[in-house]
């Protein structure tokens, strides 16, 4: 029996179609609804011709793709999006999802591209794929496996019919487009040549662009109308050519969180199907719909839906007269809670220059005071100075609340803007009582993407004024000073009115889940400040040592160069995945344990790290490589380029609501990454340095997580060994094989560290073996005998996994909470997964909380002391702080003293502190 077909659905493509081919329909309230119908008419009918297929349906995510990078005209030359479209995009993406498909959206690429990935995925497996497009594009994907399929027009496109329909082979569909461009992307293509005469040459040198290049002296001859002219004008525009194939050619290798086996159909969600064709008035789908549920056993009761604002109620202000600015500032006075947001002429918050500020008090009313706009013609603004110290009583007072999006970003802009040159006379904001981006992301820490874009389309419907759709795009992209008021000013004050939008509706949802309210109130909000504070203050690094551990690390790298020519026996290019390929797997003979999408062997990081832990030679120095070229790249030689010229050094920024569990990230400099275990990581922590007169003093909590489980499994002993202050790992040793405390070996000790963080992270028998070294049924021995040492563990992992089923999430000490969609899935793989991340997260989750404490009690602790000592890193478990020397003992003790006290557990807090000249000394 054949294998059912992989669907790939061009949702975007399909978007487009419906809504400029198919009559326009609206319901009674006015909402745009003909395209949404029009797509879910077409998935349907597919889904009833492939009813055994997994499907993906992947629509274009917002913003940016790489190709706008590449080419700054890309697709400059389309008319914005209608109105009466974008509205209908959040409840077709909502219905897709309610009837089961998966639904993708990927950042930073095309719809195509993640089609194009998928497909060749599924072909390198041998399994047919569809792909459901009316794009020109995606012939290019079509071979022996893959087929296109227009589902509007019935027609389909194998590989003959690519070649009837194009005059081309698949493989030169690339060509094809490169040489007669695409106006509907704005690719350039060479001007004059159509789709006959790029067939013709394309066919006439038996090849693609490389080819017709260098055979330019035979293209008068071919049977080609003008083709005499045809040389001189393929030479004069070569350059775009090759740009115009590089636009036009679809990723197949687009990083992909889901793999192949994720993309089953899902059961409708009848609740929320009910709610969907309420909303837009689909009244036979409705009447489906729960006939449908009642043969499942469900009784769906239709919803009542809110209606939307329209936007012709929106009221926004650009201010430019005292009188204006006089008649804001007393509503920002009266106000019991107002929005605000800064506009900038960058995105570096210790850099960037203020452009101006956007308020809004109540919802779908805003106003916006530009500041420094230059461009030619610019309307006279209010003196800025003046504007800043009317408003600075009313941003620092904490008595007048106040709502921002990313607000620690504006806290900083604002803290470092000079009021009248005076470079230490900035606004230090205070009262920020909410923060819109975190409460999305208290919420749900992976429903959505938490930026302003993304939530006003989730939680109100609405899709904002993107930044390049003022501003444009590439190199050409106008910073916000100079952009003209007209645009700029609505943009603007959109800002402040979504997030005050935003923030009523989020409040809501919050307040109906106390234990999330709280979690928002008494960690998240808290840290603000705090983080902002840590982000101005900065660290010093000594870029001269950095620039000699670049030189040491470079001439190692031409070493193990040289050790990889020698193993290989020859020269080649160690950052080439073909010519490694062939060294590894053609010459070398090394087994293949992992193939590409396109069906090559893999040398990819994690192939190499499995081959050079079975002791090949040449992955252990191509391992050894890449980590220096790492850290090279990344640290040594970008970290100088990043020392802010204004305070001499540099300034990471801290991240809250990118991690599930609520751990912190960090970015420019990205410092959760250097390696502490090696000495070229411990050498670039060497590099962050205290000034003269002070010392670097990092603490750091102990095994925190494993006393976070004896807290959670209420473990007897698990608390016996950490409340009486006993090696842990050593403690479980004995347990485990059954020795004497005093009898423990190193190797035994290396075990049940193993056995501990690995049980945690839910380490099977088969890693634990390979991490330890003993055969899988060994392990399992030692795993059982773990259990049966701590029962208490075993308990608590399969109260877990039973709680998460029933729940759909798994909540910290603290009540923050982490959904688990998958862990009820039919697919085992998937269903694990989630078990795994079940049982581990409430004590990461737990961990980060603790941590975010301890900051929020040392900053206040500092700030109320006036001591000179100041946090500058926040890495995992550890807190860096710069301390005058004169004060470290005591700052040693209250540090340790705050930290250990930030929340009482069942086991006591061990806080680790340690001082020295640099990072790597005081950790």
């Known amino acids: ?135 020109k594009d995606m012939a290019q994907l079509v071979d022996g496996h893959i087929t296109l399929v227009n589902t509007m027009t019935g027609s389909a496109l194998d590989v003959e019919g690519v070649k009837e329909k194009f005059g081309v082979a698949p493989e030169q569909i690339i060509d094809y487009l490169a040489l007669m461009g695409d106006s509907s992307d704005n690719i350039p ?112 009761v239709a919803p009542v839906v809110e209606e939307v604002v329209a936007p012709a109620e929106l009221k926004y202000t650009t ?53 420094t706009h230059s461009y ?86 609405h899709t904002t004024t993107g930044f390049t759709d003022i501003a444009g795009k590439g190199a050409k992209q106008l910073t916000f000073d100079q952009i003209a008021l007209e645009l700029a000013g609505p943009y603007a004050a959109e800002d402040a009115d979504v997030t005050l939008r935003l923030h009523q509706t989020l409040q809501a949802k919050l307040n109906a889940i106390p234990s999330l309210s709280k979690v928002l109130s008494e960690i998240e909000m808290p840290l603000v400040p705090v983080l902002a504070r840590i982000e101005r203050q900065g660290a010093l690094v000594d870029a001269a040592l950095l620039g000699i551990q670049s030189v040491e690390l470079g001439k190692k790298m031409v070493e193990l160069e040289r050790e990889a020519y020698a193993i290989a026996g020859e020269e080649f290019n160690l950052g080439s995945p073909k010519q490694l390929g062939a060294i590894l797997y053609e010459k070398l003979g090394l087994p293949v344990l992992s193939k590409t999408a396109k069906g090559q062997a893999s040398t990819a990081e994690a192939v190499l790290a499995e081959l050079a832990d079975q002791d090949f030679p040449l992955p252990k120095v191509l391992m050894q490589y890449r980590s220096m070229s790492k850290l090279k790249s990344t640290y040594t030689d970008r970290l100088p ?156 992992m399969e109260r877990t996994r039973t709680q998460a089923a029933e729940q759909g999430f798994v909540e910290t000490i603290f009540g923050r909470r982490l959904y688990l969609p998958e862990i009820n899935a039919k697919n085992p793989a998937l269903r694990k997964g989630a078990e795994r991340t079940a049982i581990n997260a409430p004590m990461q989750g737990t961990a980060a909380d603790i941590i975010k404490k301890a900051m929020v009690a040392v900053d206040n602790w500092l700030t109320s002391s006036g001591l000179d000592a100041k946090v500058i890193l926040q890495v995992h478990d550890e807190l860096v702080l710069e301390v005058r020397e004169d004060l470290i003992d005591q700052v040693r003790e209250e540090i340790r003293a705050h930290m250990s006290n930030a929340v009482t557990l069942d086991v006591p807090l061990l806080v680790e502190v340690g001082v020295g000249n640099n990072w790597d000394e005081a950790h």
């Not at 059961?267 to 009447?287: M, R, V």
């Not at 960037?352 to 805003?366: D, M, T, Y």
């Open 319 to 371: 201010i430019l007269t005292q009188a204006d600015f006089d008649l804001w500032l007393k509503k920002l006075n009266d106000a019991k809670l107002f929005a605000f947001d800064t506009e900038t002429t960058g995105i570096d918050a210790q850099q960037a220059q203020l452009v101006g500020l956007s308020f809004a008090v109540q919802a779908n009313e805003a106003a916006y005071i530009p500041l």
């Open 1 to 135: 029996m054949s294998q059912a077909p992989l669907v790939l659905v061009d949702g975007s493509s399909y978007l487009y179609r419906a809504f400029h081919a198919l009559p326009p329909l609206t319901t009674s309230k006015g909402l745009p609804t003909g395209a949404v119908k029009g797509v879910l008419n077409m998935l349907k009918s597919l889904r009833k011709q492939y009813p055994d297929s997994p499907f993906a349906v992947v629509f274009d995510a917002k913003g940016g793709t790489f190709r706008d990078d590449m080419y700054a005209e890309y697709k400059a030359n389309r008319p914005s999006m209608p109105d009466d479209m974008r509205v209908q995009i959040e409840p077709l993406h909502q219905s897709v999802i309610a009837l089961g498909f998966p639904l993708l959206c990927v950042e930073g690429v095309e719809a195509d591209d993640v089609i194009g990935t998928l497909a060749r995925s599924s072909a390198a497996a041998d399994r047919p794929v569809v792909i459901s497009t009316g794009d």
């Open 641 to 796: 380029e990043q020392i802010n010229p204004r305070t001499g050094r540099i300034h990471t920024s801290y991240h809250q609501a990118v991690a599930a569990t609520g751990r912190l990230s960090s970015s420019d400099p990205n410092l959760q990454n250097i390696p502490i275990r090696t000495a070229e990581g411990r050498r670039i922590r060497q590099a962050f340095i205290a000034p003269t007169g002070y010392k670097l003093l990092a603490a750091d909590y102990s095994q925190i997580e494993l006393r976070i489980m004896a807290h959670l499994a209420k473990d007897e002993g698990l608390l016996h060994a950490f409340r009486n202050d006993l090696d842990v790992h050593k403690a479980t040793a004995a347990e485990v094989f059954g020795v004497e405390l005093t009898e423990v070996t190193t190797d035994q000790r290396r075990s049940a560290k193993a056995i501990n963080f690995g049980l945690i992270y839910g380490m099977s028998a088969f890693g634990l073996a390979k991490q330890i070294g003993v055969d899988r049924k060994q392990s399992q021995a030692y795993i059982d005998r773990y259990f049966a040492r701590y029962p208490g563990v075993l308990e608590y």
């Open 189 to 300: 293509g060479v001007p004059g040549i159509g789709p006959k005469t790029a067939s013709g040459l394309l066919v006439g040198v038996n090849g693609g662009l490389t080819e017709l290049y260098a055979q330019l002296d035979i293209v008068p001859t071919l049977p080609i109308r003008g083709a005499k002219t045809l040389p001189a004008k393929l030479e004069e525009h070569k350059e775009m050519a090759f740009l115009s194939y590089k636009l036009a050619t679809i990723k197949i290798d687009v990083p992909l969180d889901i793999g192949l086996d994720d993309l089953q159909m899902g059961q409708p969600d009848h609740d929320k199907l009910a709610e969907l064709y309420t909303l837009l008035e689909f009244k036979s789908w409705f009447e489906d719909n729960q006939r449908d549920a009642k043969r499942s056993g469900q009784e769906v």
């Open 376 to 461: 030619m013609g610019v309307p006279e603004q209010l003196d800025r100075d003046t504007v800043l110290r009317a408003l600075k009583p009313i941003l620092e007072d904490p008595s007048k609340l106040k709502v921002g999006q990313h607000a620690k970003f504006d806290m900083n802009i604002l803290a470092n803007c000079a009021i009248g040159g005076d470079q230490s006379c900035g606004i230090s904001v205070q009262g920020i009582a909410f923060d819109t981006m975190l409460e999305s992301y208290v919420l749900d820490s992976t429903a959505t993407r938490h930026d302003m874009d993304s939530l006003a389309l989730k939680y109100l419907n």
